[in-house]
Each structure stands twice: as structure tokens, then as C-alpha cells.
């Protein structure tokens, strides 16, 4: 069964930066968009970052500047750099892809557990 590991969440202070990284693993499958979100207590999920099969990437307006998402194709992985935290961007964050998955090639939109960061002031 195909499934998203992230990890590197973590406790940073606030202008600190962290990395996180979404691996995806399990049967015979192919990975086309990806992508980060993130859930702040109290409030919904939001997309922070995405990157398309080409590489294209698009980003919520407030990390724009701070944040950069990329992918490892050939290992099935994507990571999102942090940079410039603030306590605002405190949230469980949760990888996000669509896989071909099988003989015959079902797609199949895939989350991850989520990894917490929190961002002290």
C-alpha cells in the first residue's frame, strides 16, 4: 500500500529554520504533483506549497520569500526549507501527493501523518 512519511518537524525559535521531508514508499506507483500543507490549531488546512511533475512550484503568499519546496524524483521525495520562521507558522504539517498507482495506473491522492512545528517567539 502506498504511503507518506514526513519528517524534521520540530521545536525552533522564531527567524530559525527548519527542513522537512516526505518520502513515499510502498507497491508499484509513480508520483505526479506534491505538496505541503499545513493545520494551525483552531483553524483549516491550508496549502503552503506545491510542485508540479515538471517542477513547477506555487506557494502561499505569506511564505512567499521564506519557503522552498522540492522534490527528488528519482527517490520519491520532497522537502520543504523553512527559512525566517515565524510563531505564525505554527502547525502540523502534512505532505500531500497524487500517485499512479498499479497495473493500471489508478491515480490516488496520498497524505501523510503530519509532523508538528512549532515556532517559539
Known amino acids: 500500500q502506498v504511503q507518506l512519511v514526513e519528517s524534521g518537524g520540530g521545536l525552533v525559535q522564531a527567524g530559525g529554520s527548519l527542513r522537512l521531508s516526505c518520502a513515499a514508499s510502498g507497491g508499484s506507483f509513480s508520483v505526479n504533483a506534491m505538496g505541503w500543507y499545513r493545520q494551525a490549531p483552531g483553524k483549516q488546512r491550508e496549502l503552503v506549497a506545491h510542485i508540479s511533475s515538471g517542477g513547477i512550484t506555487n506557494y502561499l503568499d505569506s511564505v512567499k520569500g521564506r519557503f522552498t519546496i522540492s522534490r527528488d524524483n528519482a527517490k520519491n521525495l520532497s522537502y520543504l526549507q523553512m527559512n525566517s520562521l515565524k510563531p505564525e507558522d505554527t502547525a502540523v504539517y502534512y505532505c500531500?501527493?497524487?500517485?499512479?498507482?498499479?497495473?493500471?495506473?489508478?491515480?490516488?491522492?496520498?497524505w501523510g501523518p503530519g509532523t508538528l512545528v512549532t515556532v517559539s517567539s
Open positions: 500531500n501527493a497524487v500517485m499512479v498507482v498499479g497495473y493500471f495506473s489508478k491515480y490516488l491522492e496520498v
